[in-house]
């Protein structure tokens, strides 16, 4: 029989570890629940796929921080909310998320619950075809032909920066 005492710091990584994936199956199955509520019913509830979304987005799971975005920009389960939803993509974009980052750059790039900005539009556009969001390039070439030369240069500064920061 082993003893705690004779390997304290083994037993005590042990238990560190054991707690983060507890935590990280509790965040998944969050992000699960909402997904639950969403498809398997005929008519879904929006207000509790909404609940599990936000339990799993203040958690840090990104894919709940972008739905439960996607939900703001909708108005599904909550009131409308452009700066709200704004605020989640950039969590999960952050963190990495392509198709944040993508819709972040349409915030941007429409003017939606931020000011119109095409060089930070031009810049998520960028950091999600980086990611492999086919869309993602053909917007950043879009809005690219609305901005200055200065502009791109400003944008294409920024996303080395968000890129160097680890947004990818």
């Known amino acids: 029989m082993i003893k705690e005492k004779a390997f304290p710091k083994i037993t005590s990584k042990l238990s560190i570890g054991i ?10 199955l969050n992000l699960i629940w ?9 008519s879904p ?19 709940a ?17 452009y700066k ?4 989640w993509y950039r969590l999960a974009a952050e963190q990495g998320y ?16 931020v000011l119109q900005d095409y060089p930070l539009a031009h810049m998520w556009y960028n950091i999600a075809a980086m990611n492999g969001v086919i869309w993602g390039a053909k917007n950043r070439e879009r809005v690219a032909k ?15 920066q968000c890129v160097e920061q680890e947004y990818h």
Not at 34 to 42: A, C, E, K, P, Q
Not at 98 to 113: E, N, P, T, V
Request: hydrophobic share 40%; charged share 20%; aromatic share 12%.
């Open 84 to 87: 709200q939803a704004v605020y």
């Open 19 to 28: 707690d983060l994936l507890l935590s990280r199956v509790l965040q998944e």
């Open 146 to 160: 609305e901005m200055t030369p200065a502009q791109i240069e400003e944008a294409q500064s920024l996303a080395r």
């Open 98 to 113: 392509a198709d944040a980052q993508s819709s972040l750059g349409a915030m941007y790039d429409i003017g939606q619950g």
């Open 45 to 63: 509830s929006y207000k509790q796929a909404v609940y599990w979304y936000r339990l799993a987005a203040e958690q840090g799971v990104a894919r």
């Open 65 to 81: 921080q972008y739905d439960l975005g996607l939900m703001y920009f909708e108005g599904k389960g909550v009131p409308q909310d």
């Open 34 to 42: 909402g997904y639950v509520f969403l498809g398997t019913r005929r």
